[in-house]
């Protein structure tokens, strides 16, 4: 899954995910290299192939939503992306995001529909469905990531916070301007969150809500601390795009 972070990994063998990780993106001349040996990258740190058996041949199943980095993975041998039209949900719009769909058909084909997925990625997103597949719709906004980065880069006197500094809930109305800034965007965050999940179970009071994405770690420790009750509905699973993915793919196994 090419997410506009980074990329996201899983290994499936026998149909069954094996094991899963991250890495940046990856430059023309790398994809290139891992093209001609049929490999991949392992992680960050480490430029080891995980196959380097010229008798297998592995499929790489591609998302993205992001353009460039799936024209740069077509040259790979083997690929095979996935779209909105492989996914069975009624009613998408052809903008949707794929990381969107695959998520939302995932996690109701785990926990049933309706379902709500909400992704803190690098933008957050809500999406939901109702009990006939169909979309519902959803909302886009910056991430947590993303609203740090923009508030550091984006003005002449905020320092620039990383999600990693941000160890506990700041005090609300914060007296130094590094907790001024983790206040307001994690106040908001959490209860924009809060209010969307009221919104969706006021709609659909018995909508099963998952959330994924890099910061749903996060997130949902502050909420537990926040809106107990909010985060009590919450169902969290790092691998939710993964499972759309092998549902897509090998059906109901
Ligand atoms: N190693 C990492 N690289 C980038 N983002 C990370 C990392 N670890 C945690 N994150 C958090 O994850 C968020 C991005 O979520 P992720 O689901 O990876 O996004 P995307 O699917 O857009 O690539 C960032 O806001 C950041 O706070
Ligand atoms: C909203 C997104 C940017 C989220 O991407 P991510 O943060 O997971 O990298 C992506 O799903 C996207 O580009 N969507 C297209 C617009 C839409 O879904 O309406
Ligand atoms: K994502």
Same mark, same amino acid.
């Given at each position: 899954?090419?997410?506009? /972070?980074?990329?996201?990994?899983? @290994?499936?063998?026998?149909?069954? $995910?094996?094991?899963?990780?991250?890495?940046?993106?990856?430059?023309? &001349?790398?994809?290139?290299? $891992?093209?001609?040996?049929?490999?991949?990258? $392992?992680?960050?740190?480490? /430029?080891?192939?995980?196959?380097?058996?010229?008798?297998?041949?592995?499929?790489?199943?591609?998302?993205?939503?992001?353009?460039?980095?799936?024209?740069?993975?077509?040259?790979?041998?083997?690929?095979?992306?996935? &779209?909105?039209?492989?996914?069975?949900?009624?009613?998408?719009?052809?903008?949707?995001?794929?990381?969107?769909?695959? =998520?939302?058909?995932?996690?109701?084909?785990?926990?049933?529909?309706?379902?709500?997925?909400?992704?803190?990625?690098? *933008?957050?997103?809500?999406?939901?469905?109702?009990?006939?597949?169909?979309?519902?719709?959803? =909302?886009?906004?910056?991430?947590?990531?993303?609203?740090? %980065? %923009?508030?550091?880069?984006?003005?002449?006197?905020?320092?620039?916070? +990383?999600? &990693?500094?941000?160890?506990?809930?700041?005090?609300?109305?914060?007296?130094?301007?590094?907790?001024?800034?983790? &206040?307001?965007?994690?106040?908001?965050?959490? *209860?924009?969150?809060?209010?969307?999940?009221?919104?969706?179970? /006021?709609?659909?009071?018995?909508?099963?809500?998952?959330?994924?994405?890099?910061?749903?770690?996060?997130?949902?420790?502050?909420?537990?601390?926040?809106?107990?009750?909010?985060?009590?509905? @919450?169902?969290?699973? %790092?691998?939710?795009?993964? @499972?759309?993915?092998? +549902?897509?793919?090998?059906?109901?196994?």
């Amino acid at each position: 899954m090419i997410g506009n /972070s980074r990329l996201h990994w899983a @290994l499936f063998i026998n149909q069954t $995910l094996h094991s899963t990780w991250h890495t940046p993106h990856i430059s023309e &001349s790398d994809i290139q290299q $891992l093209a001609q040996t049929n490999t991949f990258p $392992l992680s960050p740190s480490s /430029s080891i192939p995980i196959f380097l058996s010229p008798h297998l041949t592995i499929t790489l199943v591609l998302a993205s939503v992001v353009p460039s980095q799936t024209q740069l993975w077509q040259t790979y041998p083997n690929v095979r992306l996935i &779209s909105l039209n492989n996914i069975p949900l009624q009613g998408m719009y052809p903008t949707l995001g794929i990381d969107r769909a695959l =998520a939302l058909y995932g996690a109701g084909k785990k926990w049933g529909f309706p379902i709500l997925v909400i992704d803190a990625g690098t *933008a957050l997103t809500f999406t939901g469905a109702d009990a006939n597949q169909r979309l519902i719709g959803g =909302a886009i906004l910056p991430g947590l990531g993303l609203q740090l %980065t %923009t508030l550091g880069q984006k003005t002449g006197q905020l320092p620039l916070l +990383k999600t &990693s500094e941000i160890i506990e809930l700041p005090p609300r109305f914060a007296m130094n301007t590094p907790e001024a800034i983790q &206040s307001g965007v994690i106040y908001t965050l959490l *209860a924009g969150i809060k209010d969307f999940v009221e919104s969706w179970l /006021s709609l659909f009071p018995d909508s099963k809500i998952v959330i994924t994405g890099g910061d749903s770690n996060l997130l949902t420790t502050y909420l537990k601390a926040r809106f107990p009750d909010i985060a009590a509905r @919450l169902i969290a699973e %790092t691998n939710l795009i993964f @499972l759309g993915m092998a +549902k897509i793919l090998f059906g109901n196994s």
